[in-house]
């Protein structure tokens, strides 16, 4: 144990460590990419309204121009410092874009993932279990499909069948702008701050607003887990401890939940961590789908007005989010399963 | 009891409360009948008048400030606002008396300091968003707080001054106080304080704003609601969405024309319209186009504006919600004439076309390359250059081939020398037949397009230098006319402004005028 303790330290080490030239390299591609794509904030604002040479004054003056590399040091130096600036087309600082915006896709990655694991593990265990049955057939087919489902045209789907039609539910946003505006964002994730608040119309209303996007996209990433659950469940069902367990008369249906299906979830977790990871680059769609505001639309918008202050600093804290999570699922890889070892 | 069983009960539950929380739950618009709630695709680059120079912006700020003059709802002329009276006293001083009793919205009061102090700051902080260019002729500007008078001195006679200090960028602010704004640097857009018809209680970027009626408004046009409610979509498809589900009481800006037909069908919804002052028009680089000399291009110019259907674009494209348009300056605003119409008719002349290129010895069929840009000017952009292509094609003179590319590239591409022909769109600075002249067709153009005529730029001066309606409607006829012998650019299309409005919600259409901004005071709920 101590062996172990000591290797997953040096492990984890190396990990932060090299996550540094990771997120370097990326805000490198970055800062060329927003260089070498044509546009800026000020063309963006006033093309097709004043001359080019006024626009290229104005560029001048803002300070455009410099020299690429004395930009690139200062974008640097400022990412280094996690100075991240202010956008340049609306004022706002990038600090407040991830902390507003940011916990609005946390807010809706959160309960897409929640819905994706019950979802994902519900149903690829009783595929699984009954393998070769309707059940499995059906558990598959709909993993398959879900999964090739684009997240937009099931979400345009959705706000057709359930807020169109049927007006159960609002089609967009995360709030009814009477909400919106009286609700006192503490945490700024509006199911927490309602109920912080005791405003019950508020937590329903955020709630209402919540369901078909966190289910667009829940169900969709679910199709990743239902086939991934089926497959390790199936695989440790061969076990040889498995074959124990039915020799020693315990139930088909015990020996599957208690003995082979825990042991099924192990890589389940990693890729369920990693999922999580991809759900807050991929809540994009879902964001601007649903009009979501979260960083994910906020980074569309400000990559249209070729923000590139903004982008960046959001770039970056995506960067060292994804970091982050996937040294936690590796920790918690290691804990989970004995086997693994660093 | 087996888990299985109770992991699919637990399932089974929460799906029957989440269906529950939906089916109990309202889909619409919780508003007060005095909370007006516009629904927009529409975002602001900020709400400092002196860093913005865009419609989105102008039309929050035109809400929450007051200018010396504006343009009224339903009018085309510049009236005072927070002046009692504004005149020239000679052609380069222009002295404002402002009202008395002004205040902000957070009770201080309103003098001749604040004006001045707002035109100083806007030239000097000079933002790159904002439109401090328009400002060039100020010489400078003195203020007198005892008879509450500011005085424009100007380096040039510009008889357009009145419209320039009536646009949104050159609203006031205040200079001291508790919220006074910085003299040399924008105010963050939450913490704005103006002397409109509203205050700003909430604002978040690209979400919404809220804007609450000031009871310290002391102008003349008073709210007919207390409460306004901006939200911000990404998508007009969103927008629609949330109109027909009832989730906001006036949609604006903006929807494609299969969705405005799709709001028509809606019960409960009524789709509004009146006059605007948005046009679209094709534009020639001189240097670009096709022609081996001066007298083929023009010849191949006219042949162009002979050929063009504008009526078949308005009819088959918009579905009848834009207006042929036969000048740059767009009808309703004053100087306005149809030059073009007079020069080639209101529908196609193929033999006219025809005459043209051969007399000048051009050999048809013309290969034309037409750029547009498919979503900056709306989502029908693609479908209407679809449609000139295939009138240019069927007059069997033409062979065009289109292409596009995003606002990005295309703007600074278009005005660089880089397409021979391409479509524009232009929103009014203000509603002066100069700001749909000059712009276009005098030699200082930001089009860039190396048109030049000595004739155009004299009556430009002319109708620049003069206050006096008959020789600037003289001047202006004479620009409008040579324009449109020499069409450097095609005027297509004039846009209406239109709304979607829900039932019981009224005065949207008192809104709609050639100053293009919407004003949400004017709008009530029964």
Redesign the interface.
């Known amino acids: 144990m101590q062996h172990q303790g000591t290797s997953l330290r040096a492990y984890l080490l190396t990990r932060i460590a090299l996550a540094v030239p990771t997120v370097l390299i990326l805000l490198t591609l970055v800062f060329l990419l927003m260089r070498v794509?044509?546009?800026n904030?000020?063309?963006?604002?006033?093309?097709?309204?004043?001359?080019?040479a006024?626009?290229a004054k104005?560029?001048a003056?803002?300070g455009y121009d410099r020299p690429i590399l004395t930009q690139y040091v200062d974008y640097l130096g400022d990412a280094v410092t996690l100075n991240l600036g202010t956008s340049l087309?609306?004022?706002?600082s990038v600090t407040s874009i991830i902390t507003?915006?940011g916990s609005a896709t946390l807010e809706l990655t959160f309960w897409a993932f929640l819905i994706a694991v019950?979802v994902g593990i519900?149903i690829g265990?009783v595929a699984g279990?009954f393998r070769d049955t309707w059940k499995d057939t059906g558990g598959r087919l709909f993993g398959i499909i879900i999964y090739a489902f684009p997240v937009f045209f099931l979400g345009?789907l959705a706000?057709l069948v359930?807020?169109?039609e049927l007006?159960?539910?609002?089609?967009?946003?995360?709030a009814?702008?009477?909400v919106?505006?009286e609700l006192n964002k503490v945490t700024h994730l509006y199911l927490v701050d309602s109920l912080i608040a005791g405003d019950w119309n508020a937590f329903?209303?955020c709630?209402?607003h919540l369901?078909l996007p966190a289910v667009t996209l829940g169900l969709v990433i679910s199709g990743v887990l239902i086939r991934l659950v089926r497959v390790n469940l199936l695989q440790t069902m061969k076990g040889d401890y498995v074959e124990a367990a039915r020799a020693r008369g315990i139930s088909e249906?015990r020996v599957t939940?208690h003995h082979a299906f825990r042991n099924a979830l192990v890589p389940v977790v990693t890729v369920a961590g990693l999922q999580f990871a991809i759900l807050l680059g991929g809540a994009v769609l879902t964001e601007?789908?649903?009009?979501w505001?979260g960083i994910g639309?906020?980074l569309?918008?400000y990559l249209?007005n070729?923000d590139y202050i903004a982008v960046q600093g959001i770039i970056t804290v995506f960067a060292l989010a994804v970091v982050l999570i996937s040294v936690v699922i590796d920790i918690v890889t290691a804990f989970v399963d004995p086997r693994v070892r660093y | 009891m087996?888990?299985?069983s109770r992991?699919?009960l637990a399932?089974l539950a929460?799906a029957v409360i989440?269906v529950g929380?939906?089916?109990?739950?309202?889909?619409?618009?919780?508003?007060s009948s005095s909370?007006i709630?516009r629904g927009t695709t529409d975002?602001?680059?900020?709400l400092d008048p002196a860093?913005v120079?865009?419609l989105p912006s102008w039309d929050m700020i035109v809400n929450l400030y007051q200018t010396v003059l504006t343009i009224p709802p339903g009018g085309n002329k510049p009236v005072p606002d927070a002046a009692k009276s504004c005149d020239f006293t000679n052609p380069t001083t222009y002295v404002c008396t402002i009202a008395d009793g002004l205040k902000f919205s957070d009770g201080s009061d309103l003098t001749a300091k604040d004006v001045k102090f707002s035109f100083d700051r806007n030239i000097k902080i000079?933002a790159?968003?904002g439109a401090s260019?328009n400002l060039v002729g100020v010489k400078s500007i003195d203020s007198d707080e005892a008879k509450n008078t500011v005085t424009f001195n100007l380096k040039y006679p510009q008889a357009v001054f009145p419209y320039i200090i009536s646009m949104q960028s050159m609203a006031i602010v205040p200079a001291d106080g508790p919220n006074a704004f910085p003299a040399d640097k924008?105010m963050?857009?939450d913490q704005v304080v103006g002397s409109g018809q509203y205050t700003l209680?909430?604002y978040?970027?690209?979400?919404?704003a809220?804007l609450k009626k000031n009871p310290n408004y002391g102008g003349q046009y008073p709210s007919k609601n207390d409460q306004a409610?901006i939200?911000y979509?990404?998508?007009d498809?969103?927008l629609t969405?949330?109109v027909?589900?009832g989730?906001v009481d006036v949609g604006y800006r903006s929807f494609s024309p299969t969705e405005l037909q799709d709001l028509r069908n809606t019960d409960g919804v009524n789709v509004v319209g009146g006059s605007g002052s948005e046009i679209r028009y094709l534009v020639f680089n001189l240097n670009l186009m096709p022609g081996d000399n001066d007298a083929q291009k023009l010849a191949i110019r006219r042949a162009v504006a002979y050929t063009i259907d504008r009526q078949a674009i308005a009819d088959n494209v918009y579905n009848g919600s834009v207006t042929p348009l036969y000048s740059q300056v767009p009808q309703g605003l004053e100087y306005a004439n149809e030059a073009y119409k007079d020069e080639y008719g209101d529908s196609p002349d193929t033999n006219a076309a025809k005459a043209e290129l051969s007399k000048a010895g051009v050999q048809t069929p013309v290969d034309l390359e037409i750029w547009y840009t498919p979503t900056?000017y709306g989502t029908g952009t693609a479908d209407e250059f679809a449609e000139i292509k295939r009138q240019l094609e069927d007059s069997g003179l033409f062979s065009v081939t289109l292409k596009s590319t995003e606002?990005?590239?295309y703007?600074?591409?278009?005005?660089?020398d880089k397409y021979p022909i391409f479509g524009?769109?232009?929103?009014p600075d203000y509603p002066d037949a100069d700001d749909y002249t000059t712009p276009f067709w005098a030699t200082?153009?930001?089009l860039?397009d190396h048109y030049s005529n000595p004739e155009i730029d004299k009556q430009v001066k002319v109708e620049e230098g003069t206050s006096n309606t008959d020789k600037r409607s003289a001047a202006f006829d004479q620009i409008q006319n040579l324009a449109a012998k020499d069409a450097p650019t095609i005027p297509v299309w004039q846009g209406g402004q239109v709304a979607a409005v829900q039932d019981g919600v009224n005065g949207v259409e008192d809104t709609f005028d050639a100053a293009y901004l919407f004003r949400l005071w004017v709008i009530s709920k029964d």
């Open positions: 794509a044509p546009g904030p000020i063309q963006a604002a006033l093309g097709g309204h004043v001359s080019q006024e626009i104005r560029e003056d803002a087309t609306d004022h706002r507003d915006n019950v519900a265990l279990r345009f706000q359930f807020s169109t007006g159960w539910l609002p089609s967009s946003g995360r009814s702008p009477i919106e505006f329903w209303d709630v209402q369901i249906r939940i601007q789908t649903f009009d505001p639309s906020e569309v918008r249209d070729r | 087996r888990r299985l992991l699919m399932v929460i989440a929380v939906a089916a109990c739950g309202s889909s619409s618009s919780s508003s909370t709630i975002q602001p680059v900020g860093g120079y865009d000079n790159p968003e260019s924008l963050p857009d209680e909430q978040e970027p690209g979400q919404q809220v409610i939200k979509y990404d998508k498809s969103t969405q949330a027909k589900n989730e900056h606002w990005n590239q703007d600074e591409a278009a005005l660089t524009f769109g232009w929103f200082s153009s930001f860039n």
